[in-house]
C-alpha cells in the first residue's frame, strides 16, 4: 500500500530554516503530483506547497511564497520542503500528500484532491 512518511520538523528560532522530507513507497513516484499541508492549532488545514510529476512546476501559498521551497527526487521517491525565514506563525503539523496525477490540474489547493497523506510532522517556530 502507499506510504508518505514525513520528517525532519523540529524546534527553530523565528528567522531560521528548516528542511522537511517525505519518503514514498509503494506507488510510482513520478505519476503522483505531491503536495505539502499544514494545520495549526485550533485552525483548518492548509495548502502549503504542490509540485508536478517531474518537478516542472510548483505553486505555493501566499504566505509561504519566496520562503519555501519545494522540490522532489524521483531517483528517491522523495518529496522536500525547504523552509526559510521561519515565522512564529508557521508553526503547524506539516503533511505530505499525493494525488494520483503528475498534473497541476484540478483543485491543487483543496485538501479534498489527495489521495494519501503522511501521518505529519510537528514544526514549532519561536520568536
Known amino acids: 500500500q502507499v506510504e508518505l512518511v514525513e520528517s525532519g520538523g523540529g524546534l527553530v528560532q523565528a528567522g531560521g530554516s528548516l528542511r522537511l522530507s517525505c519518503a514514498a513507497s509503494g506507488l510510482t513516484f513520478s505519476a503522483y503530483r505531491m503536495g505539502w499541508f499544514r494545520q495549526a492549532p485550533g485552525q483548518e488545514r492548509e495548502f502549503v506547497a504542490a509540485i508536478t510529476g517531474y518537478g516542472a512546476t510548483t505553486h505555493y501559498s501566499d504566505s509561504v511564497k519566496g520562503r519555501f521551497t519545494t522540490s522532489r527526487d524521483n531517483a528517491k521517491n522523495s518529496v522536500y520542503l525547504q523552509m526559510s525565514s521561519l515565522k512564529p506563525e508557521d508553526t503547524a503539523v506539516y503533511y505530505c500528500?499525493?494525488?494520483?496525477?503528475?498534473?497541476?490540474?484540478?483543485?491543487?489547493?483543496?485538501?479534498?484532491?489527495?489521495?494519501?497523506w503522511g501521518q505529519g510532522t510537528q514544526v514549532t517556530v519561536s520568536s
Open positions: 500528500v499525493a494525488k494520483g496525477t503528475p498534473f497541476m490540474n484540478g483543485d491543487y489547493k483543496s485538501l479534498r484532491e489527495y489521495n494519501y
